[in-house]
Every structure is written in C-alpha cells, then in structure tokens.
C-alpha cells in the first residue's frame, strides 16, 4: 500500500510537470526566446537553448551576437518541429552522429567555416570558431562520457 501511495504520488509529480511544460509551450512556440544570463554557467558551456523557456547564456557571452544566432537557429529549429519532435530528434541524432556530428548543430553553425562546422568543440577550444573561444568547451561533458 505504500509503495503504490509513493507510486501515485510520483506520478502525479510527472503529471504536473509535463502539463507545466505543455503550458509554458503554448505561449512561447511562436514568440522569440527570453533570454537568460547565468553567472558561471557549468559544464563549460557558454549557452544553451533550452525550448520551451528560452536560451541560457553565459554572462561573459552575454553580448556575443555570433553565439546568440547559433542560439535562435536551435529556436528555429524547435518552432519548425515542435517541442517533443526537436527534443526526439535531437537526441537521436546526439546518438548517432555525437555533438559535432548532430545535423541541428550543424545547422547551427551556419557562421562557421566547413572544417568547424564538423569540428566544432575543437574549433571552440583552440578559438578557430567564429562564434566563441572556451578552452573549457563541453569539458565536464566529455569528462563524463
Ligand atoms: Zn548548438
């Protein structure tokens, strides 16, 4: 009986969330993104899209226009898909092909030349990317993997 109380419980949670999400979805899938600065943003990542709320950036990047766009195109690509056809494909393509590889990153890199374009952590972290300099570039990442 209890396990089924914390079971219903945690499922309600699940309920509640999802329908937060769906909500906040609503609004934003035809608006452009808000746009959140974040102090000492981890990971070593300098931004990130994150539909629906909007886009994460590092406060050093935060008047970057080159990292911004790279941002709005992953908005694009989320109001072009839709919320759970972006997040599925995305991480389809992350399995796949892995971050450099994904087709929705290279999209992204529209700015960027052919060879960064496929090899972008590296130009990140050596500063051959048009878009951002981060030695620390998806460090805690790959340290994980
Ligand atoms: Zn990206």
Sequence with gaps: MKNIVAFLFLISIVVVVVFFVLVINEKNKNQ??????????????NANTLPPFGIVVNEKEKDNTALLHHELIHWE???REGLARYYFN??????LHG?????????????ETGYCKKNYTECV??????????????SYFTKVI
């Design 32 to 45: 452009a993104p808000t746009i959140y600065i974040k102090r000492n943003k981890s990971g070593g990542y």
């Design 77 to 79: 690509q989320y109001q």
């Design 90 to 95: 995305y991480l389809i393509e992350s399995l």
């Design 99 to 111: 971050y450099d590889g994904n087709k929705y990153e290279i999209e992204a890199r529209a700015n």
């Design 125 to 138: 972290r050596t500063g051959k990317a048009t878009t951002v300099y981060n030695p620390d570039f998806r």
